[in-house]
């Protein structure tokens, strides 16, 4: 199971330490310290597509032009994630081509947390 998170996210680190707790082997994937290319987040948009993918209440959202913000895309978004790994919705968790992003109510019980 790969966790793409953010080191200093506090709901990242909750989802890792709660994922690790219900056994999980865990590779851990820091947007800001190792980046994100294209062909992984091609996979993410199929499987949860790009407007789930891009913080909107993240500081780096509301830094960017208001025409960068409303030519948002498909063709636009994972570049702009590729630049700003900030951006995107966090935790994303990869099992095996399924993937879940956030960390809300309903999923620690989907990892069994």
Do not use: Q
Not at 20 to 41: K, M, N, P, Q, S
Not at 89 to 104: L, Q, S
Request: net charge neutral; charged share 30%; with cysteine.
């Amino acid at each position: 199971m790969k966790v793409y998170h953010l080191k200093t996210c506090d709901t990242c680190r909750k989802a890792i330490k709660a994922l690790r707790a219900a056994g999980h082997d865990l590779i851990l994937h820091d947007v800001r310290a190792d980046g994100l290319d294209t062909a992984t987040l091609e996979v993410m948009e199929a499987a949860l597509g790009f407007e789930v993918m891009v913080n909107k209440k993240s500081t780096t959202w509301r830094g960017l032009s208001d025409d960068v913000k409303a030519g948002l895309s498909r063709d636009t978004a994972l570049p702009l994630l590729v630049e700003n790994p900030t951006l995107l919705k966090r935790p994303v968790i990869d099992r095996d081509g399924d993937f879940t992003i956030g960390w809300a109510k309903d999923v620690p019980a989907t990892y069994g947390c």
